[in-house]
T-cell receptor
Framework: AQSVTQLGSHVSVSEGALVLLRCNYS??????LFWYVQYPNQGLQLLLK??????LVKGINGFEAEFKKSETSFHLTKPSAHMSDAAEYFC???????????FGAGTRLTVKP | ETGVTQSPTHLIKTRGQQVTLRCSSQ?????VSWYQQALGQGPQFIFQ???????GRGNFPPRFSGLQFPNYSSELNVNALELDDSALYLC??????????????FGEGSWLTVV
């Protein structure tokens, strides 16, 4: 079975500061890992995904994440926060053989001017 | 814009009623998954349809059922609605059942309120 834990339901940063959103996973098989962003009253938009290729994954809007098997982590980072980054972020894991995606509870990112 | 469209966008139902939610997958995608997202929580996997057959199901009771049509569009049906069924229902489409690392694209969702 797969699961993810997102550490911190709320993260607040200043505009221009580093963004770090934490995600740890549990999986009985080599996982596929994802980060999605959700803006208010909208669906989920894929930021980036890890599917067993390069461990450092670059996504849209300047975000990136690093798969660390030894730490079972897939933390999301962005060097410099922008006001438009304020949203809910979800980490997700699924096995490589179906689309049974398991999501974390989400982290709400607030960006202060 | 993901190319996944859902209808209706909002609806209100009474406890005990039945509801049908619809989803048109992105062109060329043969797999549709449905998720329930309660307020303040992450989405939860309900089930997946691949080439018109259910091929994966989460921890949801049988009153949650679905269909996939030959054009790969899909319906989610919920019978005997309960207050706790109030949530955003998300449809997602992809090419293939999951073995290729394919990207899953989500629609905007259908907001269901049960009163």
């Amino acid at each position: 079975a797969q699961s993810v834990t997102q550490l911190g339901s709320h993260v607040s940063v200043s505009e221009g500061a580093l963004v770090l959103l934490r995600c740890n996973y549990s999986s009985s098989v080599p996982p596929y890992l994802f980060w999605y962003v959700q803006y208010p009253n909208q669906g989920l938009q894929l930021l980036l995904k890890y599917t067993s290729a390069a461990t450092l994954v670059k996504g849209i809007n300047g975000f990136e994440a690093e798969f660390k098997k030894s730490e079972t982590s897939f933390h999301l980072t962005k060097p410099s926060a922008h006001m438009s980054d304020a949203a809910e972020y979800f980490c997700a894991v699924r096995p490589p053989y179906n689309n049974d995606m398991r999501f974390g509870a989400g982290t709400r990112l607030t960006v202060k001017p | 814009e993901t190319g996944v469209t859902q209808s209706p966008t909002h609806l209100i139902k009474t406890r005990g009623q039945q509801v049908t939610l619809r989803c048109s997958s992105q062109s060329g995608h043969n797999t549709v998954s449905w998720y329930q997202q309660a307020l303040g929580q992450g989405p939860q996997f309900i089930f997946q349809y691949y080439r018109e057959e259910e091929n994966g199901r989460g921890n949801f009771p049988p009153r949650f059922s679905g269909l996939q049509f030959p054009n790969y569009s899909s319906e989610l049906n919920v019978n005997a609605l309960e207050l706790d069924d109030s949530a955003l229902y998300l449809c997602a489409s992809s090419l293939g059942s999951g073995s290729s690392g394919n990207t899953i694209y989500f629609g905007e969702g259908s907001w269901l309120t049960v009163v």
